[in-house]
């Protein structure tokens, strides 16, 4: 049910794409608990120019590389989130390659009324969900 956004400069191949959005899948299974064919995942490239991710005082050295991920969920722990954030950065790192320096992540949260999976319902209110 959560819904990912990864925001990426432009020129990463196919096979990176998928190692980067199973890496990040697998971490939120894993945080937040939501079952293997909970994936709503949406990639969007840009030319370098268009991306500017500084570090907000932090002292983070920024690439080529960095991957902006913007997410919407339902209400989550602070303990989950934490996990998530923990376990993008482990993830991304061992299997893609990615530093956790070139990582960003934000989680907006919503309620049941705001989602639809379609056929103009919203399922967590009518019980199918």
Same mark, same amino acid.
């Given at each position: 049910m959560p819904l990912l956004? /990864?925001?990426l400069i432009e020129g990463r191949d196919e096979k990176q794409l998928k190692k980067l959005l199973d890496a990040a899948h697998n971490a939120m299974t894993e945080a /937040?608990?939501?079952p293997e064919r909970d994936r709503y995942q949406i990639v969007h490239?840009?030319?370098a120019n268009e991306l500017i991710i500084e570090d907000t005082g932090l002292g983070l050295k920024r690439s080529k590389d960095v991957v902006i991920i913007s997410i919407v969920s339902k209400a989550r $722990?602070? @303990?989950?989130k934490e996990t %998530?954030?923990?376990l993008l950065a482990q993830k991304l790192e061992a299997e893609c390659g990615i @530093?956790?320096?070139d990582l960003m992540v934000s989680i907006t949260e919503n309620g049941d009324a705001d989602w639809s999976f379609g056929l103009g319902e919203a399922q967590f %209110? $009518?019980?199918k969900l």
């Amino acid at each position: 049910m959560p819904l990912l956004r /990864f925001d990426l400069i432009e020129g990463r191949d196919e096979k990176q794409l998928k190692k980067l959005l199973d890496a990040a899948h697998n971490a939120m299974t894993e945080a /937040f608990t939501v079952p293997e064919r909970d994936r709503y995942q949406i990639v969007h490239q840009h030319p370098a120019n268009e991306l500017i991710i500084e570090d907000t005082g932090l002292g983070l050295k920024r690439s080529k590389d960095v991957v902006i991920i913007s997410i919407v969920s339902k209400a989550r $722990t602070e @303990s989950q989130k934490e996990t %998530l954030y923990a376990l993008l950065a482990q993830k991304l790192e061992a299997e893609c390659g990615i @530093s956790p320096e070139d990582l960003m992540v934000s989680i907006t949260e919503n309620g049941d009324a705001d989602w639809s999976f379609g056929l103009g319902e919203a399922q967590f %209110l $009518t019980g199918k969900l």
